[in-house]
């Protein structure tokens, strides 16, 4: 699959059913990792992706017209707090996570955002791994658990007038 195939647009509330699908594909196989609350707080109902619409923004990635992953972000202090990543297993590994946390930090750059932030558990080693790769080092900030399932806390700092890209252009 190339970048070319797939397009990352702003969500809307028609897309939370597939949104509610995706996170579901995407953390099914951790499902035993995570305490019964984490999990169904990590995989949230419709209702609550569309709740979540009015908090911040939400992106979904498009493959032939197939929503295959999703981010949202959202406020929190100084930073934008990039929450809800996920890809469907099936194109998990294809640069789909790549390209939605380009669009996060785009975002970031254009609201002049100093960074991003983000909470994980130390399970997701390729969520991890992809969060390493696109400048994400841990922190000692953010929470240390949800609902009992253990996490930590990785920041991305981001250059004045910047985008997702490294151009000084809005994209």
Not at 87 to 116: D, K, S, T
């Amino acid at each position: 699959m190339s970048d070319q195939a797939v397009r990352v647009c702003r969500a809307g509330c028609n897309d939370a059913p597939a949104i509610a699908l995706v996170l579901q594909a995407a953390f099914a196989e951790y499902e035993c990792l995570y305490t019964r609350a984490a999990f169904a707080a990590t995989t949230p109902p419709t209702e609550e992706i569309v709740r979540r619409l009015g908090e911040g923004p939400t992106w979904i990635a498009l493959l032939h017209r197939t929503v295959v992953g999703t981010v949202s972000a959202v406020l929190r202090g100084e930073a934008l707090y990039v929450r809800s990543m996920a890809v469907v297993p099936e194109v998990q590994g294809r640069g789909v996570g790549r390209l939605l946390l380009e669009r996060v930090e785009g975002y970031a750059g254009e609201c002049g955002f100093p960074r991003l932030e983000l909470s994980t558990t130390p399970f997701l080693t390729t969520a991890i791994a992809l969060y390493k790769r696109s400048g994400f080092r841990p922190s000692d900030g953010g929470p240390r658990e949800l609902f009992g399932t253990r996490l930590f806390t990785m920041t991305k700092a981001l250059e004045p007038g910047r985008n997702g890209r490294g151009a000084s252009t809005p994209g």
